[in-house]
């Protein structure tokens, strides 16, 4: 979350501060720099690859701040067992919802494999369970403008404002974005809510902390942008950072933010 964006990032890279915010994710668009239009179709894999990260290091949000307890305290939690829920608008293409739900499960899974000290259970359809969920996903398909394509606002136990989108503004250069790319984008914004920052380097990294999974490029015609995909890592070191996270969980520790702000994968 330290990691400034360049140049080439400005369109959609912004990061905000605002009262217990943890997150602002900007998760979106690293610009070709010599796009080939021609060979900008979507080149995709596997949902995710899992493994090794091809990071640098990845940012651990919890502990990085003050957390001193009062206003503006930084996310962190002191229980393992998390909760998760999806609102979306009604009338909502059920093909997004499904890809929304599919990236949490995707987080469930991982964890329930790798770390199973903490987990994430998608409680949306629990109605006595979901209006106090730790982690609150908003699918708003038309937030962020031109400016990002999801967000995630944590504060003091808990991460009530994760917003991810899909739709890009009609008439604009970009395409809206496919169930695929909201999954992964979906894992990406749920792992900053599980404690997660960015992983470098932020452009070309693939981890699914990073943007490096997705590109633009530009048809020089047209002016149009086209996505250009790459498989995400699911990986060892994004586990690794919420280990970070949960370190008290882990030995055994009365609860306290992370005393780490990065994991060097
Ligand atoms: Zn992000």
């Not at 690293?30 to 995710?48: I, M, N, W």
């Amino acid at each position: 979350m330290t990691t400034p964006h360049t140049a080439t990032f400005t369109r959609l890279a912004r990061r905000y501060a605002v009262l217990a915010i943890t997150t602002v994710c900007t998760l979106l668009a690293a610009l070709v720099t010599a796009p080939l239009f021609a060979t900008a179709a979507a080149a995709d894999g596997p949902l995710f690859n899992y493994g090794p990260s091809d990071a640098d290091a990845i940012a651990v949000q919890s502990g990085v701040y003050d957390h001193t307890g009062g206003p503006g305290t930084p996310q962190w939690y002191d229980h393992t067992n998390l909760t998760v829920a999806v609102f979306a608008p009604p009338n909502t293409d059920p093909q997004m919802v499904a890809a929304i739900h599919q990236g949490i499960a995707t987080w469930h899974r991982f964890l329930a494999d790798r770390l199973p000290i903490v987990s994430l259970t998608d409680v949306t359809n629990d109605a006595s369970r979901r209006g106090s969920a730790d982690i609150v996903v908003h699918y708003a398909p038309h937030a962020g403008g031109v400016v990002w394509g999801g967000n995630a606002i944590c504060g003091y136990q808990h991460c009530s404002n994760v917003v991810v989108k899909s739709e890009e503004p009609p008439g604009g250069p970009y395409p809206d974005f496919d169930p695929i790319r909201l999954l992964r984008m979906t894992v990406h914004e749920v792992g900053h809510a599980l404690g997660l920052g960015h992983a470098t380097p932020l452009l070309e990294s693939r981890d699914v902390m990073a943007y490096g999974w997705v590109h633009y490029a530009v048809d020089p015609t047209t002016g149009k942008y086209t996505y250009v995909y790459r498989t995400p890592i699911l990986s060892d070191c994004d586990l690794r950072g919420i280990a970070a996270t949960f370190e008290w969980a882990l030995k055994g520790q009365a609860p306290h933010p992370a005393t780490v702000s990065s994991i060097d994968c």
